[in-house]
């Protein structure tokens, strides 16, 4: 028998990780809890008004330890077993606490040279912006910055960002989350 189940689903993927400790992440694009807006939807998926724009983004408050940050944006409302992947960028040098709007467009002078900017499950390396399938619910878009115990994680833009995932599970000393959401009707 079909699941009819609507995104989203009862859970929180980083509560099956390790506990950390937690630091601030805001944005002057996108609210935690609240709808992304059109700029920061999909034009490569169709989504009206859609520009594939990454969100600012800008954190404090995370260990001074820290020696590098990774950045991840993850749908777990996707109708995938494996959700899916929007952003990821890894070696995030740690004197940046700051993205600007666009900063995941591929090319961008905005990502410090240093990061290493990973494919998406859209196929190319930088964001995409939000896009559920018509009639699927609210999805979440789980925005994380990773505080590292390491300046690289020893990857390159051939890494996936399931294995940047399994590679945080060791290094990662604390997470900052903000997790807006979108749907299509």
């Not at 969100?55 to 777990?76: H, R, V």
């Not at 077993?81 to 090319?107: C, K, M, R, Y």
């Not at 961008?108 to 896009?131: C, E, H, I, K, Q």
């Amino acid at each position: 028998m079909a699941d009819t189940r609507k995104a989203p689903f009862p859970f929180n993927p980083y509560d099956h990780l390790p506990e950390v400790a937690t630091f601030t992440l805001t944005s002057t694009d996108v609210t935690d809890g609240q709808t992304v807006s059109a700029r920061h939807t999909s034009k490569a998926f169709g989504v009206p008004g859609g520009e594939d724009l990454s969100p600012q983004l800008s954190w404090s408050g995370f260990p001074a330890e820290t020696k590098s940050f990774a950045l991840t944006c993850y749908d777990p409302d996707a109708p995938t077993v494996a959700g899916f992947w929007h952003w990821a960028v890894g070696d995030i040098p740690a004197n940046v606490t700051e993205l600007a709007t666009g900063a995941g467009t591929p090319g961008s002078p905005d990502l410090p040279s240093a990061a290493v900017t990973l494919g998406n499950s859209a196929g190319f390396r930088g964001y995409v912006g939000s896009a559920p399938p018509a009639g699927h619910g609210a999805h979440r878009y789980f925005f994380v910055v990773h505080a590292v115990d390491v300046e690289s994680l020893g990857i390159d833009a051939s890494t996936t960002p399931t294995v940047l995932g399994f590679t945080l599970f060791f290094h990662t000393l604390a997470r900052a989350y903000l997790v807006p959401t979108f749907e299509v009707e």
